[in-house]
DNA sequence: CATGAATGAGTCTTCATTCAT
DNA sequence: CATGAATGAAGACTCATTCAT
């Protein structure tokens, strides 16, 4: 595989995106959807009103960019888990990496995880609908997961639509802890007692 | 006591008051306080440009009356859990009419469990302060609470910091789901689903 | 002449509308055409906003009234120098005491004389045309005393028109002046040293 | 010296807010500081709404913007006359020079001079100081000339206080009148009446 | 007659987006 | 490709005027 000019004009160019979507997530995350400006977004990317548009067709094409990349990133660290795969290490072993590693990517980026978490205050509907969705995903990975427990008879019986968002939103309380204080909890620390309070939670 | 003219008035205008700030709320709960235009909250209230200027001085005065309320109901509806008076009824029954009471209000309420779900994204400065405020006070309430259970033995050990925040989290979570859904839900259900989760996630 | 309920009445309303005319006065001078708003003139007369509107049609109504007041009254104080009338008195005495009669009323009445002073800022198009209208008299009757005086052979050769504009902004000078002080300056004093700079200006 | 596109483009800046200052001069002359619209300014400059914030901060800042060019072009033309300097013209030479020069600068730009007469009408606080403070000081300069003529004995004893006061309301008039007729006197005749009106008035 | 709540046209200003250079 | 001057729709707010009580 040979570098043409092309190839290196073509990073170039993913490089100049990355750039306006670096300072485009900062901006979001100080001052809300509504409150940043292009030209405070311009300025921080440090290049002119006109490029800002040669890469992206408006403010909420660049949100939704921004969204898009977290989300993913997201997705590919959740998965369901595997209760059934001999192969496979203990489910709470799944759950633990898994959901460590989710904090971590999170918190790891304060202006995205202000912008997830004050999520659904975009005018932009499409973009509140994307988050939604993705929470509600969420939602039903844990609900799915509370719903194996309860048919193997690990867990209490209890109302997994409702302990799901309970779940959730338990979740993101955390992470709104971890965002807010510069303390220097670590993120496995916090983990294990948010595993410990949420399994005892439901747990026979 | 009779009615004057003048009561009359009076009346009308607070009538008037409380119509423009319901119109407000639902329109801020729709779209985010910078979403939300004028416009659009004298259309709903049915009145002129001008009027809405006869009651509120400016838009950030709309969204600050609608909090103060908000914030003053509620904390009219939570207090700190006496554990030592022997006349009061015990803990947890202080604690589920309470929760049950700040549920039942936020709930019957949708415009206003939209705004304050969605708290923080104002560009209103000291009205994101305020709420911030507010949810600090809960935090510390529950912390207390906590740390009261963990003296008495009652609760096994645990972060007090870092549960309040999850539970403040959790709480959060199921009122979004209660929003959401019309589901028929009954408030009293959902408490005890919610206290049960909670209480097992940190008793001993 | 009895005097009726009906006449009584009629003196009230006449007492009303002057009350509203001195208020307005005020604040027109305070603020200009445009800085003075009908809040604050009924504000200034302690009368409610409608009924402003029954003693006046509009803004610039009030202002065209006290316009018309102030010029009729400093007409009233300004004629024509009677020069070949034996039963006269010499035209220099008419001439200081016409100009200590009109500085007299100019200066007591200061929110007048700021009017008159700044005016032709009316956006009132009327109304700066009677003003403006109001000066080309001054300047008319100034003009005529001078040719006067030139056909008599009483004044050196000069261009009329000039100087009378001259003249008249030379008064305009010493009023202001006397305005923006609270030097405690004799009116008569100042006209006897205005008329000494203003005669030697021209006679022979 | 080349002249680069960067160069182009400044200059075409520079002529851009000529242009807009040249129409908020004469909108601001035609209907005063409150009476000018920002949209009377850009029809009249041929340019868009947004156009105007771009070379302006505000309504106010174009007003300073015309005020300051102005009163630094007139301090410019005008300065204490030297009497003691042999090598200087003749005291009288010299102010009949200033005044010229200063009149001719009013009278050649119409607006301006409509918008310095009927200054003070400003709401914009520092500008009417601005304008006022320059009247105070162009009657300092003549309240000195006054009094180092009296000193020198040259002149008939005077209030110079007042007399200043008075002489500068004269050339106001002479401007206004200047300035309202489209009538071809000639500001240098002019001047020479205004002078000799003005000194025969002082001189012994 | 007096009142003052209601009205809405009009003001200044911001900011996402376009396009000629 | 990059630039940044230009655009104009849209927003918050003011205030002279009207009219039902």
């Given at each position: 595989?040979?570098?043409?000019?092309?190839?290196?004009?073509?990073?170039?160019?993913?490089?100049?995106?990355?750039?306006?979507?670096?300072?485009?997530?900062?901006?979001?995350?100080?001052?809300?959807?509504?409150?940043?400006?292009?030209?405070?977004?311009?300025?921080?990317?440090?290049?002119?009103?006109?490029?800002?548009?040669?890469?992206?067709?408006?403010?909420?094409?660049?949100?939704?960019?921004?969204?898009?990349?977290?989300?993913?990133?997201?997705?590919?660290?959740?998965?369901r888990i595997a209760v059934d795969?001999?192969?496979?290490?203990?489910p709470?072993?799944?759950?633990?990496?898994?959901?460590?590693?989710?904090?971590?990517?999170?918190?790891?980026?304060?202006?995205?995880?202000?912008?997830?978490?004050?999520?659904?205050?975009?005018?932009?509907?499409?973009?509140?609908?994307?988050?939604?969705?993705?929470?509600?995903?969420?939602?039903?990975?844990l609900r799915r997961a509370l719903e194996s427990g309860l048919e193997i008879g690990l867990l209490?019986?209890?109302?997994p639509?409702?302990?799901?968002?309970?779940?959730?939103?338990?979740?993101?309380?955390?992470?709104?802890?971890?965002?807010?204080?510069?303390?220097?909890?670590?993120?496995?620390?916090?983990?294990?007692?948010?595993?410990?309070?949420?399994?005892?939670?439901?747990?026979?």
């Open positions: 595989m040979v570098s043409t000019p092309h190839d290196a004009s073509e990073r170039a160019k993913q490089e100049r995106r990355r750039q306006i979507l670096a300072a485009a997530k900062a901006v979001f995350a100080d001052a809300g959807y509504h409150g940043a400006s292009i030209h405070a977004i311009i300025e921080r990317a440090q290049i002119a009103r006109g490029t800002f548009y040669l890469y992206f067709a408006s403010k909420a094409a660049v949100f939704d960019s921004i969204l898009d990349q977290a989300l993913a990133d997201l997705r590919s660290r959740i998965h795969d001999p192969a496979a290490p203990p709470q072993v799944q759950l633990r990496s898994q959901v460590i590693a989710t904090l971590e990517y999170i918190v790891q980026d304060r202006p995205l995880a202000t912008l997830l978490l004050s999520a659904g205050n975009t005018p932009d509907v499409e973009a509140a609908e994307r988050i939604e969705q993705f929470y509600g995903e969420m939602r039903d990975l209490r019986k209890c109302h639509e409702l302990v799901s968002a309970a779940m959730l939103g338990l979740i993101r309380g955390v992470i709104e802890q971890l965002v807010r204080k510069e303390n220097a909890l670590k993120v496995e620390e916090v983990v294990d007692e948010l595993l410990m309070v949420a399994l005892r939670g439901v747990l026979k």
